[in-house]
T-cell receptor, first 109, second 114 residues
């Protein structure tokens, strides 16, 4: 079992819709969780971090964490074509950052 | 700041040849990470350094892979001898503080081994 699991997608949503990306992790010792965005042919870039249970909002992005269920999600409101990318979920255990395989999101105009 | 700088951006080589990938982290960052990304396996951590010292190299596939960080501003990842299955994009990333999770990635080195 991979330490961080994501649905590989692809996930396709129309412009203006809410995109919902999900992630589970296996190690309960993981303390911190992150969402990175990776455009095709580019490097990953950090867009959200979450450390405690509940929701964290940043503009159109909301990260949700449920440690009891070992579940992390990212909601993108009012999706734009520029949001089309692969979204990588990551979990930090100690000093070790582990990434999921990524979910490819396409936002159609 | 120039960001994390990697070279070469693209490398095509033949099986059996030595490959050296280079990385210059962001100035002031104490941690440096080497990742490999493929379609099949996603983004895999190979090794990371804290204050130039290798902390965890459990992700290094085998003895053909080695990494060094002789000073705070330079790291290398070497593959000798290279094999076709090593073909991937290799990313270097740096972080101001180990354990923060905020990694700044270089643009990657795309390696093709024929």
């Amino acid at each position: 079992q991979k330490e961080v699991e994501q649905n590989s997608g692809p996930l396709s949503v129309p412009e203006g819709a809410i995109a919902s990306l999900n992630c589970t992790y296996s190690d309960r010792g993981s303390q911190s969780f992150f969402w990175y965005r990776q455009y095709s042919g580019k490097s990953p870039e950090l867009i959200m971090s979450i450390y405690s249970n509940g929701d964290k909002e940043d503009g159109r992005f909301t990260a949700q964490l449920n440690k009891a269920s070992q579940y992390v999600s990212l909601l993108i409101r009012d999706s734009q074509p520029s949001d089309s990318a692969t979204y990588l979920c990551a979990a930090l255990l100690g000093n070790d950052m582990r990434f999921g395989a990524g979910t490819r999101l396409t936002v159609k105009p | 700041d120039a960001g994390v700088i990697q070279s070469p951006r693209h490398e095509v080589t033949e099986m059996g040849q030595e490959v050296t990938l280079r990385c210059k982290p962001i100035s002031g960052h104490n941690s440096l990470f080497w990742y490999r990304q493929t379609m099949m396996r996603g983004l895999e951590l190979l090794i990371y350094f804290n204050n130039n010292v290798p902390i965890d190299d459990s992700g290094m596939p085998e003895d053909r892979f080695s990494a060094k960080m002789p000073n705070a501003s330079f790291s290398t990842l070497k593959i000798q001898p290279s094999e076709p299955r090593d073909s991937a994009v290799y990313f270097c990333a740096s972080s101001f503080l180990v354990g923060t999770g905020e990694l700044f990635f270089g643009e990657g080195s795309r390696l093709t081994v024929l």
